[in-house]
């Protein structure tokens, strides 16, 4: 992962994606309020989902978060080794597989999570190896589906864990689950995970686990659910300033900010006659003399196929929609007979203060959700980092 800085004034960037670390900071002050007394979990999985882990995670260290999660151990490596955070910040990840970094993980002093009893076994071998003790969490599946263990097996994972400590081989650190539905308030299944997880820990507390964190908090629940804050909250799109659901409430409801503006400066600018076909498929046709403008950014920057003739971008003060398929590296906008010079800023979606779209009116153009809609911008749009009005130097991280 590599930082990149921004460009020198004189240039015409292609495209980039503002990244506001001031209003994250804003955002993990607003989140951690609604959770007074949980400690913060900044999730940065997924190149702080599509935003740049290493700024994000510094930016939300400054802000009070004590934790940084990730979902891969590469991820929380990369984290402990190259982003420049304190030594007592604790960086926890939780997607493993057989054969992972487990001795590195217990080296660099990682929270691992685990879900089985092979898990177990490859972390243990990964302490002896490292000659260090692992810190370890135990995740109880209460209903999600996905990781965790099953309540059935739980007995066994928290014998052999337990096991394990007594031999000075792993520290039970965590106890801790996911949510299913939290972003939808209401939901039977959340009353029923509490209660499940609730169960588990006060099991495995019984017979003699003593964590330091208890968690199950996602973003939705921190903002819905104050009966699952326990030890610790784990937000993560909602740090970034977007609505888990917009049943939930908006941004602005939320007293949260989009951190991301994604903005690209217009390619050509020219005239054509009704009747014009525009982009493959000819899926659109203008409906009479206009204006074409083509933004230079396409799937492969990850602006969403699905979207195309739907769309939404910011030029010239007007909101235009997507004409025709988008393409790999370029779309075009029917700018009506308006005549923007080339080089004029085209924004795809910000916070929306300025009039231009927001993550969200591109999820429901795609029919999808604002996590995809930032999390897959691509490596080839520039980040830009701003803190109230300054760009962060360049530091060969991300």
């Known amino acids: 992962m590599s930082e990149t800085a921004q460009p020198p004034a ?3 960037p292609r495209a980039r994606a503002e990244i506001d670390l001031s209003a994250l900071r804003a955002n993990v002050r607003a989140l951690r309020a609604k959770a007074p007394g949980a400690a913060f979990m900044a999730v940065v999985k997924a190149d702080g989902y599509g935003h740049g882990a290493f700024p994000c995670a510094r930016a939300a260290v400054e802000a009070g978060a ?3 999660g990730t979902a891969t151990p590469e991820e929380a490596l990369a984290l402990r080794a190259e982003a420049g955070l304190p030594d007592d910040v604790r960086i926890m990840c939780w997607l493993w597989t057989p054969g ?4 590195e ?7 691992v ?9 490859e ?5 002896r190896l490292a000659g260090r003790t692992a810190r370890v969490q135990l995740k109880a599946d209460t209903g999600l589906g996905r990781n965790g263990c099953q309540p059935a097996d739980w007995p066994e994972l928290v014998a052999e864990a337990l096991r394990a400590e007594a031999e000075g081989l792993v520290r039970i650190t965590g106890l801790w ?7 939808e308030p209401g939901h039977p299944s959340n009353a029923a995970q509490l209660s499940r997880f609730r169960e588990m820990v006060a099991y495995a507390e019984q017979r003699g686990v003593r964590p330091e964190v208890r968690h199950i908090a996602n973003s939705p629940a921190t903002l819905t659910l104050p009966g699952s804050h326990f030890d610790l909250v784990r937000p993560g799109v909602a740090m970034y300033g977007l609505t888990p659901n917009t049943q939930i409430g908006s941004p602005a409801d939320l007293g949260l900010r989009p951190v991301m503006t994604l903005a690209a400066s217009l390619a050509l600018v020219k005239h054509v006659p009704g009747g014009h076909g525009v982009s493959y498929g000819h899926h659109y046709t203008t409906p009479g003399e206009t204006t074409l403008g083509l933004v230079p950014l396409g799937y492969a920057d990850g602006v969403p196929r699905h979207a195309s003739g739907a769309g939404p971008v910011l030029v010239g003060g007007k909101w235009r929609t997507v004409a025709g398929r988008i393409a790999m590296d370029q779309f075009v906008v029917d700018l009506g007979g308006d005549e923007p010079e080339e080089g004029t800023e085209a924004v795809l979606f910000g916070p929306g203060d300025r009039g231009e779209p927001t993550a969200e009116d591109w999820a429901q153009a795609a029919g999808t959700i604002g996590y995809e809609i930032v999390t897959r911008i691509g490596a080839r749009v520039p980040r830009v980092y701003v803190d109230e009005g300054h760009t962060l130097p360049s530091d060969g991280s991300r």
Not at 105 to 111: I, T
């Open 10 to 12: 004189a240039a015409s």
């Open 66 to 68: 004590p934790w940084v």
């Open 100 to 103: 992972g970094p487990w001795r």
């Open 105 to 111: 993980a217990v080296e660099a002093g990682l929270d």
């Open 113 to 121: 999570s685990l879900s089985g009893m092979w898990a177990l076994r």
């Open 123 to 127: 972390v243990v071998e990964g302490a």
């Open 177 to 183: 689950s996911h949510f299913a539905c939290a972003d």
